[in-house]
């Protein structure tokens, strides 16, 4: 997973990525594409890239068809999803609705918001419209972060926002 991206604050652009390959993840985000802002690697953020790898299933749902995945269904409106992948296990929940659409994700993520030590913590978010592509029926517009399901997620959790375009699957 190679993940680019600029984001402005007050205006100011932040440009970098994050990155999981061969199972080794880190963040490099610069200001001006000059000063680096955050430099990081090492076990913890390997395993956070891959709890994040592993959530973003929901835009590639062949992974969630593999061998190996484990399905429950909680009740009408939940079923869970427990797999294996890039040295981390997955315990992925979504919420849909009668025709069937996510409404929400959410796993425990190793990682470290707000500064805390590295542990589990709910991470998801929102799903709140989808389109086909390719086959795949997958959510496009999503709100996402820490402390998914508890109130902080409102006021301190929610750091990303995306609407999906379009995509291409090779």
Same mark, same amino acid.
């Given at each position: ?35 680096? %802002?955050?430099? $990081?690697? #090492? ?6 890239? &891959?709890? /994040? *790898?592993n959530i +973003?299933?929901?835009w590639l749902?062949? %992974?969630?068809? $593999?061998? #190996? ?6 009740? &009408?409106? /939940? *079923?869970?999803? +427990? ?88």
């Open positions: 997973m190679v993940w680019q991206a600029t984001a402005h604050v007050f205006g100011v652009p932040i440009s970098g990525s994050d990155t999981l390959i061969d199972d080794k993840g880190e963040m490099r985000w610069d200001l001006l594409d000059v000063v680096p %802002v955050v430099r $990081a690697g #090492g076990a913890d953020i390997s395993r956070s890239a &891959a709890g /994040r *790898v +973003e299933s929901i749902p062949s %992974v969630l068809c $593999a061998d #190996g995945v484990e399905w429950a269904q909680a009740s &009408a409106e /939940r *079923v869970s999803a +427990e797999f294996t992948a890039h040295e981390e296990t997955a315990h992925l929940e979504l919420e849909i609705d009668a025709a069937g659409r996510v409404e929400s994700m959410r796993m425990p993520r190793w990682g470290n918001p707000a500064g805390e030590p590295f542990h589990y913590v709910d991470f998801g978010g929102w799903a709140e419209s989808e389109a086909e592509f390719g086959g795949y029926t997958i959510p496009t517009r999503v709100r996402v972060g820490w402390f998914f399901g508890s109130e902080r997620f409102e006021g301190e959790g929610e750091f990303f926002r995306a609407t999906i375009d379009a995509v291409e699957y090779r």
